[in-house]
């Protein structure tokens, strides 16, 4: 055997203390020549203690069960936790099955024996009970587990050597009074050297088990946003804690994780935009549901006619009633919803309210004169419950929700069936609309306007005999959609026709005839058809929509004549639309899961607000801060909410929207530029405390003429007027000094030298060059033969030296103190350049999509790879050391090119506006880019996004803190930390764990 024994033990702080202690104990033990003697055994062999916890889910690898098949004996660490842990259950069943169980020590650690032993230790192979050979290392103290071990470890050795105890204990003892120097010198070097040898193979596997262990966090973590993408929070946490070391998991930190977990909690959201939030889990495919007048909760319910109640907030089922039989059938439910707190179930044979603990708090029976249909509206009121018109007189009933007491009763016409499809109430609960219709019959279908205070039924001839939708209108009329019955087994294009009638009058306004064609979705025929309206201002007048959708087909109609405004064909069949009140724009839903924001006027959609529900969605509702969609073939619920960070902490709010900013070289103060006006306006700059959020200053200025201010130090801010003249503002003592630096540029282009300290302005054929600190010109070049023209360009070595791009595409180098013109390179077409901080070196972005790296020294190239600049627009930056390139070319990606190692380092997966800040921070290795849209934090060592806060502009490392702007509101975010997140996940989704099936489904064992 290779080994003597194989130690087992669970990877918590005292199991791995005890491990350690009985490994070094076993093979530093030294055996009494008499001992020997008797047993052919010279020393304890190596001992396998493996240094890492495996992650679940993996198979023990092929080094663990080498170990363990070359192992004589199996020692395992004892405490009442070790039963917990599946490794080394597994690695005793795996030892037990190669070796049998005689050679399987127990060491107890803590706890007592009945509950710290396994139970594989405590029976022999035919299943009777067995006390173990343990050795007893408990103690008070690390001190006193230490000596425990000391003296302990000697029954193990006496096991593993097949001697007696007592008989090792004697010889021990007397080999320790004969001990010598020269013995121990001896074996200390034997020591030393076995001990670097077997730590030279360990290092080696714990490399590789690193590696595999970062893998596999980066699979969690792209598991974790494919689930965030369906909208599910709360797995796509669970999933990145998984590839995380919390929750007593011991892995190493990736940054995928970290930030897959702060976009499955939500962070750094302001709560402007509806974004994903739950998933709602049913049993079956669902019919139907209701939220509350609050929108904290939902009612919904199946095919199979279960009843299910929903917190909105934590996601959480409150209670679920399982499908009734009631004298031996099945009791249909026909509408849910929710009224002062109590769930309320509309059903073939009740209408009942129930509280949270399912217990009834009303029920009304129908008794044999079963319900036959069903609606309640939108607030949760009334519930409309029609009659069995066979077992009962079909007659329509009015039921008010907060007692379950009837309000209101009509009577149907004879022959006719009352329907509540598209029930609707109007806005004072003072009319009800609905239809009634008759099999095979010439008389037309019928809108039916019914009065609450007087029982009234007044009645409007509908064109055809099927009702597609119908509604009270905007300006308190009545429209109605409605087409021949034989409309589904039909051939061509089906044709509908939208009526408007006068409700005063009982006149038809108008009648308009419109088509639209089918779809097929596997077995489904869909011909589905909704109509809205609304009056609202535009242009100063008023615009009168009524909005008919057809499957594809969207008709915006005006609402006087019904005459066609705007006709829209989506991508896919319109299931929902939902009217903004203030403007022509309006929520578009379709049946492959988008919901586009479109004008009414010309049917363009808002790019900015888009949101994704799921592949097959057949209804959406949105209002109250959520919006919920249910789909065809999945039995969830993907809710969507208002999720404002809880956390943000402002500053306030600007004149106008803010431009830029900048922070002080420490973090300690920061910018806010702002322009208000169109032309001639002035530009504020607001100077605010990071830590408090006090706002220092508010100075405004109206002859700016660079859209730029920088922090000279750290308190001196510099902000570039008309011509070649700055202001100083000073933060200690609130001054501003104007300065003008002698020079007769009225518009010059300005460069910001290195660390800020030199500026260049020029203007053909002039070149300036500012010092700061003393503010005046050093240096003062006048290209008078023209012989070159700069227009992109860097200032360096101390503002000696201009280098950029000439007119021609040259790169070029300026000595400005001598006026010599060098050319670097003439033949590459220059688009864009960056400098490195000292001068050596060029990267240089050339129309044949290359980026070559230039020795300034040698005029040559001596890097070059793909990249395809924008003359205008790309980024080409250097590191502040030199050893990074930071890259945004025309695909708008942004990326790390290493120019040591000759390769890049990261490329991002995003595509950025162009990118206005690049920091880079040493110490962590790390990148914090923004377009001001969006900030991200880039991790270099293991390549991949750390942080994303979105409206981030710029970001203090020493605080750990995001600034960002928003319109006008200037604010911040604490960048959470690993175990922030995992707090903040779990106040929004307290106790979740991953299901059995889960985890299953994800390979996590």
Same mark, same amino acid.
């Not at 890259?887 to 380092?905: I, P, R, S, T, W």
């Given at each position: 055997?290779?080994?003597? *024994?194989?130690?087992?033990?669970r990877?918590?702080?005292?199991?791995?203390?005890v491990?350690?202690g009985?490994?070094?104990?076993l093979?530093?033990s030294?055996?009494?020549?008499k001992?020997?003697?008797?047993?052919?055994?010279? $020393?304890?062999?190596?001992?396998f $203690?493996?240094?890492?916890?495996l992650?679940?889910?993996?198979e023990?690898?092929?080094?663990?069960?080498?170990?363990?098949?070359?192992s004589e004996h199996?020692?395992?660490?004892?405490?009442?936790?070790?039963?917990?842990s599946?490794w080394v259950?597994?690695?005793?069943?795996?030892f037990i099955?190669?070796h049998?169980r005689?050679?399987v020590?127990?060491?107890? *650690?803590?706890?007592?024996p009945s509950?710290?032993?396994p139970?594989?230790?405590?029976?022999?192979?035919?299943?009777?009970?067995?006390?173990?050979?343990a050795?007893?290392?408990?103690?008070?103290?690390?001190r006193?587990?230490?000596?425990?071990?000391?003296?302990?470890?000697?029954?193990?050795?006496?096991?593993?050597?097949?001697?007696?105890?007592?008989?090792?204990?004697? !010889?021990?003892?007397?080999?320790?009074?004969?001990?010598?120097?020269?013995?121990?010198?001896?074996? #200390?070097a034997?020591?030393i050297?076995?001990?670097?040898?077997?730590?030279?193979?360990?290092?080696?596997?714990?490399?590789?088990?690193q590696k595999?262990?970062?893998k596999?966090?980066?699979?969690?973590a792209?598991?974790?946003?494919?689930?965030?993408?369906? @909208?599910?929070?709360?797995? #796509?946490?669970l999933? #990145? &804690?998984?590839?995380?070391p919390?929750n007593?998991?011991d892995?190493?930190?990736?940054s995928?994780?970290?930030?897959?977990?702060? +976009?499955?909690?939500?962070?750094?959201?302001?709560?402007k935009?509806?974004?994903s939030?739950?998933?709602?889990?049913?049993d079956?495919?669902?019919?139907?549901?209701?939220?509350?007048?609050?929108?904290?909760?939902?009612?919904?319910?199946?095919?199979?006619?279960?009843?299910?109640?929903?917190?909105?907030?934590?996601?959480?089922?409150?209670?679920?009633?399982?499908p009734?039989?009631i004298?031996?059938?099945?009791?249909?439910?026909?509408?849910v919803?929710? =009224?002062?707190?109590?769930?309320i179930?509309?059903?073939?044979?009740?209408?009942?309210a129930?509280?949270?603990e399912?217990?009834?708090?009303?029920?009304?029976n129908?008794?044999?004169e079963? #319900?036959?249909?069903?609606?309640?509206?939108?607030?949760n009121?009334?519930?409309?419950v029609?009659?069995?018109?066979?077992f009962?007189?079909?007659?329509?009933?009015i039921y008010d929700?907060?007692?379950?007491?009837i309000?209101?009763?009509f009577?149907?016409?004879?022959?006719?069936?009352?329907?509540?499809?598209?029930?609707?109430f109007?806005?004072?609960h003072?009319?009800l609309?609905?239809?009634?219709?008759?099999?095979?019959?010439?008389?037309?279908?019928t809108l039916?306007?019914?009065?609450?205070?007087?029982?009234?039924n007044?009645?409007f001839?509908?064109?055809?005999?099927?009702?597609?939708?119908?509604?009270?209108?905007?300006?308190?009329?009545?429209?109605?959609?409605?087409?021949d019955?034989?409309?589904?087994?039909?051939?061509?294009?089906? !044709?509908?026709?939208?009526?408007?009638f006068?409700?005063?009058?009982?006149?038809?306004i108008?009648c308009?005839?419109?088509?639209?064609?089918?779809?097929?979705?596997?077995?489904?025929i869909?011909?589905?058809?909704t109509?809205?309206?609304?009056?609202?201002?535009?242009?100063?007048?008023?615009?009168?929509?009524?909005?008919?959708?057809?499957?594809?087909?969207l008709?915006?109609?005006?609402?006087d004549?019904?005459e066609?405004?705007?006709?829209y064909?989506?991508?896919?069949?319109?299931?929902?639309?939902?009217?903004?009140?203030?403007?022509?724009?309006?929520?578009?839903g379709t049946?492959?899961?988008?919901?586009?924001?479109?004008?009414?006027?010309?049917g363009?959609?808002?790019?900015?607000?888009s949101?994704?529900t799921?592949?097959? &969605?057949r209804?959406?509702?949105?209002?109250? @801060?959520h919006?919920?969609?249910? /789909?065809l073939n999945?039995p969830?619920?993907?809710? &969507?909410?208002?999720?404002p960070?809880? /956390?943000?902490?402002?500053?306030?709010?600007?004149?106008?929207?803010?431009y830029?900013?900048?922070?002080?070289?420490?973090?300690?103060?920061?910018?806010?530029?702002?322009y208000?006006?169109?032309v001639?306006?002035?530009?504020?700059?607001h100077?605010?405390?990071?830590?408090?959020?006090?706002?220092?200053?508010?100075?405004?200025?109206?002859?700016?003429?660079?859209d730029h201010?920088?922090?000279?130090?750290?308190?001196t801010?510099?902000?570039?007027?008309?011509?070649?003249?700055?202001?100083?503002?000073t933060?200690?003592?609130?001054?501003?000094?104007?300065?003008?630096?002698?020079g007769?540029?009225?518009?010059?282009?300005?460069v910001i @030298?290195?660390?800020?300290?030199y500026?260049?302005?020029?203007?053909?054929?002039?070149?300036?060059?500012?010092?700061?600190?003393?503010n005046?010109?050093?240096?003062?070049?006048?290209?008078?033969g023209?012989?070159?023209?700069?227009?992109k360009?860097?200032?360096?070595?101390?503002?000696?030296?201009v280098?950029?791009?000439?007119n021609?595409?040259?790169?070029?180098?300026?000595?400005?103190?001598n006026?010599?013109?060098?050319?670097?390179?003439?033949?590459?077409?220059?688009?864009?350049?960056?400098?490195s !901080?000292d001068?050596?070196?060029?990267? *240089?972005?050339?129309?044949?999509g290359?980026?070559r790296?230039?020795?300034i020294?040698?005029?040559?190239?001596?890097?070059k790879?793909?990249?395809?600049?924008?003359?205008?627009?790309?980024?080409?930056?250097?590191s502040?050391?030199? +050893?990074?390139?930071f890259l945004?070319?025309?695909?708008?990606?942004?990326?790390?090119?290493?120019?040591e190692?000759?390769?890049?380092?990261?490329?991002?997966?995003?595509?950025?506006?162009?990118?206005?800040y690049?920091?880079h921070?040493?110490?962590?290795n790390?990148?914090?880019?923004?377009?001001?849209? /969006?900030m991200?934090?880039?991790?270099?060592?293991?390549?991949?996004?750390?942080?994303?806060v979105?409206?981030? =502009?710029?970001?203090?490392?020493?605080?750990?803190e995001?600034?960002?702007?928003?319109?006008?509101?200037v604010f911040?975010?604490k960048?959470?930390s690993?175990?922030?997140?995992?707090?903040?996940?779990y106040?929004?989704f307290?106790?979740?764990?991953?299901?059995?099936?889960?985890?299953?489904?994800?390979?996590?064992?």
């Amino acid at each position: 055997m290779k080994y003597d *024994a194989f130690v087992s033990y669970r990877h918590l702080e005292k199991d791995k203390f005890v491990a350690k202690g009985i490994h070094r104990a076993l093979e530093t033990s030294r055996i009494p020549w008499k001992i020997r003697k008797e047993t052919g055994k010279k $020393r304890i062999n190596r001992v396998f $203690r493996d240094q890492e916890e495996l992650p679940i889910g993996s198979e023990l690898g092929s080094n663990i069960e080498l170990a363990l098949s070359e192992s004589e004996h199996l020692v395992v660490i004892c405490t009442p936790q070790t039963k917990e842990s599946y490794w080394v259950m597994k690695e005793i069943d795996t030892f037990i099955a190669m070796h049998g169980r005689d050679n399987v020590l127990a060491v107890l *650690a803590d706890g007592e024996p009945s509950e710290s032993f396994p139970p594989q230790l405590l029976v022999d192979d035919e299943g009777n009970p067995v006390e173990p050979l343990a050795a007893d290392v408990r103690g008070d103290s690390k001190r006193e587990i230490q000596k425990k071990i000391k003296s302990e470890s000697l029954r193990l050795v006496a096991a593993i050597l097949g001697c007696d105890y007592d008989d090792l204990k004697q !010889r021990h003892r007397e080999r320790i009074v004969r001990r010598s120097m020269a013995i121990i010198a001896g074996v #200390a070097a034997l020591s030393i050297a076995f001990a670097i040898y077997n730590a030279y193979n360990l290092q080696r596997i714990n490399e590789n088990y690193q590696k595999m262990l970062v893998k596999e966090s980066k699979v969690l973590a792209e598991m974790s946003i494919d689930a965030l993408e369906t @909208g599910d929070r709360q797995t #796509a946490g669970l999933l #990145a &804690m998984e590839g995380l070391p919390v929750n007593g998991k011991d892995r190493p930190l990736v940054s995928d994780c970290i930030y897959a977990l702060e +976009k499955a909690t939500d962070s750094y959201d302001s709560g402007k935009m509806i974004t994903s939030d739950k998933i709602l889990r049913h049993d079956l495919l669902l019919r139907d549901f209701m939220i509350n007048n609050e929108g904290s909760r939902l009612v919904s319910y199946d095919d199979d006619h279960g009843v299910y109640w929903w917190d909105l907030t934590s996601g959480k089922r409150i209670l679920k009633r399982n499908p009734e039989l009631i004298e031996g059938d099945r009791n249909y439910v026909y509408a849910v919803g929710e =009224n002062d707190g109590h769930m309320i179930v509309v059903s073939r044979k009740y209408l009942a309210a129930f509280d949270e603990e399912g217990n009834t708090v009303y029920d009304v029976n129908f008794g044999d004169e079963s #319900a036959d249909d069903a609606y309640i509206d939108g607030m949760n009121k009334y519930a409309v419950v029609v009659r069995d018109d066979t077992f009962a007189d079909g007659s329509l009933e009015i039921y008010d929700l907060s007692d379950g007491s009837i309000v209101r009763k009509f009577d149907r016409k004879e022959g006719k069936k009352f329907s509540v499809d598209h029930a609707h109430f109007t806005s004072d609960h003072s009319l009800l609309l609905v239809y009634q219709w008759e099999y095979d019959s010439e008389d037309p279908t019928t809108l039916n306007v019914l009065n609450m205070e007087t029982g009234a039924n007044t009645e409007f001839a509908v064109k055809e005999e099927s009702v597609m939708d119908c509604i009270f209108t905007a300006d308190n009329n009545l429209a109605v959609v409605s087409t021949d019955n034989g409309y589904e087994l039909s051939s061509g294009p089906v !044709r509908i026709y939208v009526q408007k009638f006068d409700m005063n009058t009982g006149k038809e306004i108008f009648c308009k005839e419109l088509e639209f064609n089918r779809t097929y979705h596997g077995n489904y025929i869909f011909a589905d058809v909704t109509i809205s309206s609304r009056i609202y201002e535009r242009d100063n007048r008023k615009e009168k929509d009524l909005v008919v959708t057809a499957n594809t087909r969207l008709f915006n109609l005006d609402l006087d004549t019904g005459e066609t405004k705007l006709t829209y064909t989506a991508s896919s069949d319109i299931e929902r639309v939902t009217l903004m009140d203030t403007s022509d724009m309006m929520l578009v839903g379709t049946f492959d899961g988008k919901i586009l924001d479109v004008s009414s006027v010309d049917g363009h959609p808002t790019p900015e607000i888009s949101y994704f529900t799921s592949n097959e &969605m057949r209804d959406y509702y949105i209002g109250k @801060g959520h919006l919920v969609s249910r /789909d065809l073939n999945t039995p969830n619920l993907v809710v &969507m909410s208002l999720l404002p960070d809880p /956390d943000r902490v402002d500053y306030g709010q600007c004149e106008d929207d803010v431009y830029y900013m900048a922070s002080s070289p420490s973090g300690r103060t920061f910018l806010a530029a702002v322009y208000q006006g169109v032309v001639d306006g002035t530009w504020h700059i607001h100077v605010y405390d990071t830590e408090s959020g006090r706002e220092i200053d508010n100075i405004s200025y109206d002859d700016i003429s660079f859209d730029h201010a920088f922090y000279k130090d750290e308190d001196t801010i510099v902000i570039f007027r008309d011509g070649m003249a700055i202001y100083q503002y000073t933060i200690s003592t609130g001054e501003t000094e104007e300065i003008t630096f002698s020079g007769d540029l009225s518009w010059p282009e300005l460069v910001i @030298g290195e660390e800020g300290r030199y500026l260049l302005y020029y203007d053909h054929p002039d070149y300036y060059v500012v010092d700061l600190a003393s503010n005046s010109v050093v240096y003062h070049f006048v290209d008078e033969g023209f012989e070159h023209y700069l227009y992109k360009c860097a200032l360096v070595d101390e503002g000696k030296r201009v280098i950029g791009k000439g007119n021609q595409g040259e790169l070029l180098e300026l000595k400005i103190g001598n006026g010599k013109w060098t050319v670097l390179a003439g033949d590459d077409a220059i688009r864009n350049v960056g400098v490195s !901080r000292d001068g050596k070196y060029v990267a *240089a972005s050339c129309s044949d999509g290359k980026m070559r790296i230039i020795d300034i020294d040698k005029s040559e190239a001596i890097q070059k790879f793909d990249y395809y600049g924008s003359e205008y627009s790309s980024l080409v930056k250097f590191s502040e050391d030199g +050893k990074l390139l930071f890259l945004q070319g025309q695909d708008m990606v942004f990326k790390v090119y290493d120019l040591e190692n000759e390769k890049f380092a990261f490329i991002s997966d995003v595509q950025m506006e162009n990118i206005s800040y690049v920091d880079h921070d040493a110490a962590s290795n790390t990148v914090t880019i923004s377009d001001s849209n /969006d900030m991200y934090i880039i991790d270099l060592n293991d390549g991949g996004f750390l942080h994303y806060v979105p409206t981030g =502009n710029i970001f203090i490392p020493s605080a750990n803190e995001a600034i960002c702007s928003d319109g006008a509101d200037v604010f911040k975010y604490k960048v959470r930390s690993v175990d922030e997140l995992v707090d903040f996940f779990y106040k929004q989704f307290e106790g979740a764990e991953l299901t059995d099936e889960q985890k299953i489904r994800y390979k996590i064992y």
